[in-house]
């Protein structure tokens, strides 16, 4: 099976031969990124921290050469989310790939870089008693029909990312959640509002599935809760809301609110 007819098949595996909306934009992806959203712990602020330098200095600028652009680099504030606990030694990595062959080339590529390799086994050669993270986890998401690629709505310097997770009690209600974003209208809504996404995706592996992830850039906090305000009133939501066929879409929902780290092109 050539990678192209695999990722597409995964896509479809992922929604559980859901019919409808949601499943057809799985299948017209051809200018749909494959997105990874890798997730990393840390022991303390010590070693979170001597990561993201390791990220700006040296990360980042290789996965450009490796045309992996932009990458987005973010963790979690106490101050920005009073009710999370434990996710404040994270670090947040999106990473967009415009296909699969370039995704499955990345660790190929990297090794060859010289400049890389020599800086990461400056930051990450350290013996198994003192690892610098101490794992990471990847979530592989396919790009919506109406958001294909990552946007990069602002460079303010006090802007905000609130990274929002849906999970549905089963594919076929997961597919029809797509449906609401691409062809019900909600993420036009969203742009009509001011709400500019960074990118919206379907979850093909990783955990708690299945699930959606999507993520909004607001210029600062106070510009989000008058976005989101404008969103709830608004009478086309109220419309979307109560169409009976994305009735229980959403069984669960993770709200993140995230700081770009330095060096992050996001």
Same mark, same amino acid.
């Given at each position: 099976?050539?990678?192209?007819?695999?990722?597409?098949?995964?896509?479809?595996a992922?929604? &559980?031969?859901?019919? +409808?909306? +949601? &499943?057809?934009?799985?299948?017209?992806? +051809?200018?749909?990124?494959?997105?990874q959203l890798?997730?990393?712990?840390?022991?303390?602020?010590?070693?979170?921290?001597?990561?993201? !330098?390791?990220?700006?200095?040296?990360?980042?600028? &290789?996965?450009?050469?490796? #045309?992996?652009?932009? @990458?987005?680099?973010?963790?979690?504030?106490?101050?920005?989310?009073?009710?999370?606990?434990?996710?404040?030694l @994270? @670090?947040?990595?999106?990473?967009?790939?415009?296909?699969?062959?370039?995704?499955?080339?990345?660790?190929?590529?990297?090794?060859? !870089?010289?400049?890389?390799?020599?800086a990461?086994?400056?930051?990450? +050669?350290?013996?198994?008693?003192?690892? #610098?993270?101490?794992?990471?986890?990847?979530?592989?998401?396919?790009?919506?029909?109406?958001c294909?690629?990552?946007?990069? $709505?602002?460079?303010a &310097?006090?802007? #905000?990312?609130?990274?929002?997770?849906?999970?549905?009690?089963?594919?076929?209600?997961?597919?029809?959640? #797509?449906?609401?974003?691409?062809?019900?209208?909600?993420?036009?809504?969203f742009?009509?509002?001011?709400?500019?996404p960074?990118?919206?995706g379907?979850?093909?592996?990783?955990?708690?599935?299945?699930?959606?992830?999507?993520?909004?850039?607001?210029?600062?906090?106070?510009?989000?809760?008058?976005?989101?305000?404008?969103?709830?009133? !608004?009478?086309?939501?109220?419309?979307?809301?109560?169409?009976?066929?994305?009735k !229980?879409? @959403?069984?669960?929902?993770?709200?993140?609110?995230?700081?770009?780290? $330095?060096?992050s092109?996001?």
């Open positions: 099976m050539k990678r192209r007819e695999f990722i597409k098949a995964a896509g479809l992922a929604l &559980a031969g859901a019919t +409808g909306p +949601g &499943a057809q934009a799985a299948e017209t992806g +051809g200018a749909q990124q494959l997105l890798r997730t990393f712990s840390f022991a303390n602020e010590e070693k979170l921290k001597l990561f993201a !330098d390791f990220l700006a200095r040296s990360l980042i600028p &290789a996965l450009n050469r490796a #045309v992996v652009t932009p @990458v987005g680099a973010f963790r979690l504030l106490k101050a920005d989310n009073p009710k999370a606990a434990g996710d404040e @994270v @670090v947040r990595l999106l990473l967009p790939f415009p296909d699969a062959g370039s995704m499955l080339a990345l660790p190929r590529q990297l090794a060859a !870089d010289e400049a890389f390799a020599a990461q086994q400056a930051v990450l +050669g350290t013996p198994m008693k003192d690892p #610098v993270y101490l794992r990471f986890e990847t979530q592989l998401l396919l790009a919506f029909a109406q294909p690629k990552v946007e990069t $709505p602002t460079h &310097a006090d802007r #905000v990312f609130q990274l929002r997770i849906y999970e549905s009690h089963n594919c076929e209600r997961a597919a029809r959640k #797509v449906a609401m974003f691409n062809e019900g209208g909600e993420i036009a809504l742009r009509r509002l001011g709400m500019h960074v990118f919206f379907a979850s093909l592996a990783g955990t708690r599935l299945p699930n959606l992830h999507y993520m909004l850039g607001f210029a600062n906090t106070a510009t989000m809760e008058a976005g989101w305000k404008k969103f709830l009133e !608004d009478p086309e939501w109220l419309k979307l809301k109560g169409d009976p066929k994305y !229980d879409t @959403v069984s669960n929902i993770t709200n993140l609110i995230l700081r770009p780290l $330095p060096g092109q996001v």
